[in-house]
């Protein structure tokens, strides 16, 4: 199975980031506009075709919609797509790091921090080209990543081991 490799840019001010993620050709995959909508909102992108899609956060459940279906929902450790539930993690120590494995332990998305700034990724993206819903699965965990780095914006500037560990999702209700 071949690796895809793509990129999450933040350029901008931080009052108004452009984000944006790339696969290396001219048009971006899809610009990533943070919040910005009802309650539970994580935010939305529209994707080269034009397509929109929406990131809720709803009782600790990430889901990303497009064309009004769920093409990804994140629980917990599991992310789900395409009829698929998939061992995953999301760093929410602000590391900027996630993985998805297959119930083998094969690597099918694998996430890692970039340079950052205007010309270096915030992120680098390296996924299975064979998964279901490939730029669902992306955007739920980058929505997820971006949420974790504006919750670590607002803490005291404490060092990490003294902070309280964060819950990303909420109160389960």
């Given at each position: 199975?071949?690796?895809?490799?793509?990129?999450?840019f933040?350029?901008?001010?931080r009052?108004?980031?452009?984000?944006?993620?790339?696969?290396?050709?001219?048009?971006?995959?899809?610009?990533?506009t943070?919040?910005?909508?009802?309650?539970?909102?994580?935010?939305r992108?529209?994707d080269?075709d034009?397509r929109?899609?929406?990131a809720?956060?709803d009782?600790?459940?990430?889901?990303?919609?497009?064309?009004?279906?769920?093409l990804?929902?994140?629980?917990?450790e599991?992310?789900?797509?395409?009829?698929?539930?998939?061992p995953?993690t999301?760093?929410?120590?602000?590391?900027?790091?996630?993985?998805?494995?297959?119930?083998?332990?094969?690597?099918?998305?694998?996430?890692?921090?970039?340079?950052?700034?205007d010309?270096?990724?915030?992120?680098?993206?390296d996924?299975?080209?064979?998964?279901?819903?490939?730029?669902?699965?992306t955007?739920?965990?980058?929505?997820?990543?971006?949420?974790?780095?504006a919750?670590?914006r607002r803490?005291?500037?404490?060092?990490?081991?003294?902070?309280p560990?964060?819950?990303?999702?909420?109160r389960?209700?």
């Amino acid at each position: 199975m071949e690796m895809l490799r793509w990129s999450l840019f933040v350029q901008g001010t931080r009052l108004r980031p452009r984000v944006l993620l790339s696969d290396g050709g001219e048009d971006a995959l899809a610009e990533l506009t943070l919040r910005g909508g009802p309650a539970g909102s994580l935010g939305r992108a529209t994707d080269r075709d034009g397509r929109r899609w929406d990131a809720q956060i709803d009782g600790g459940v990430v889901t990303v919609r497009c064309g009004g279906r769920v093409l990804a929902r994140a629980e917990g450790e599991e992310l789900t797509a395409g009829g698929r539930t998939f061992p995953w993690t999301a760093s929410l120590q602000g590391t900027r790091g996630a993985t998805m494995t297959d119930d083998d332990g094969y690597e099918l998305l694998r996430v890692a921090p970039g340079l950052g700034g205007d010309d270096a990724p915030w992120i680098t993206i390296d996924l299975d080209e064979l998964l279901p819903s490939p730029l669902a699965i992306t955007l739920a965990t980058c929505f997820v990543l971006l949420r974790v780095d504006a919750l670590g914006r607002r803490e005291d500037a404490a060092p990490a081991e003294d902070q309280p560990r964060r819950r990303l999702w909420g109160r389960r209700g």
